[in-house]
């Protein structure tokens, strides 16, 4: 059982001194300690899980959950399919489970490792942890009780940041750009194909057969994967920023770009991308997550922003 964290939900007036174009600022959330991690319910009926090394972690409230709506921050927490479990970075370095179908949850360390963990993420029963010397390991959490360890992966120039389908993963490679791999086996990933950046790939987002990626030379690539042999650059942006962290939904790529902020990008027309709108808050943006109209940007401080995108 992991101690419980002081949280608060602060009104509109901590909108006050932050810019935004096509943005509404709803509420932002922050955790004054980092001390451990609990359930709590925030305003507006959201739940929100408090974790260490993550700060609030936004869900659905509960009838939206379960039509399949809730945001996660990817860096630091997943919820499964179903709306059921919740698998987060726990305080000693390993991942944690959280049964949400019970009402007061208890956080418990189910999986630990020797290297830090950088990023979750989940396609279907597969639950991917990213280490920090760049190698992704595969889980089987088809029963989050008895997790199981599949193999794990270490393409070249490491695995920095990653999404996947299942089968096919688009991985930001640091150095050598961005890699597709077919892990649909994980103890044997085969290389499809790459991409090259200008800098080093730092994040990488996938949808479709579109993949939105970003480096350390601050551009934004919108690449089409029609053929995972041959990903096609079809534009790029150059940001204000490196995005840290991205989103993409079916018609914006969303960039968190540290100091510049939440950038939203149209790529409706993959070979036009636009900067639509924006949102800086008085720290700087690192994670992002887009679910339909509302997006959840986490900043260095450990607040949460609940925001709406307006282009909707």
Known sequence: MIRAVAFVALGAFAAFGQHSRNVTFLEKRAAFSSEGGAVVSGSGGYTVVVLP??????????NE??????????RGAVIADDGDWLFALAER?????????DAYPEVSDFLDFDSRITKLLLSGSRLWALTAEGVAVAIDVGDPTRPETLGAIEPRGGARDMATNGTAAVVAAGDQGVRVLDVGDPTAPE???SFATEGAAIAVEFRGETVVASDDAGYLYIIALADP?????????????????LALDRRFAYAA????????????????????????????????????ERLFLKTADGATYLLRNDLY
């Open 191 to 193: 290389k499809l194909g």
């Open 53 to 62: 090394e993550i700060g609030p972690v936004p869900l659905a409230p509960p």
């Open 65 to 74: 959950r379960d039509a399949g709506y809730a945001a996660t921050f990817p």
């Open 229 to 245: 042999a041959h990903p096609k650059e079809t534009a790029r942006v150059a940001l204000k920023a490196p995005a840290l962290d």
């Open 257 to 292: 770009c540290g100091e510049a902020g939440l950038r939203i990008i149209d790529v409706s027309n993959l070979a036009a991308p636009l900067e639509r709108g924006w949102y800086e808050p008085s720290a700087e943006a690192t994670s992002v997550v887009a679910e339909r």
């Open 93 to 101: 370095g390993g991942v944690a489970a959280i049964d949400l179908r």
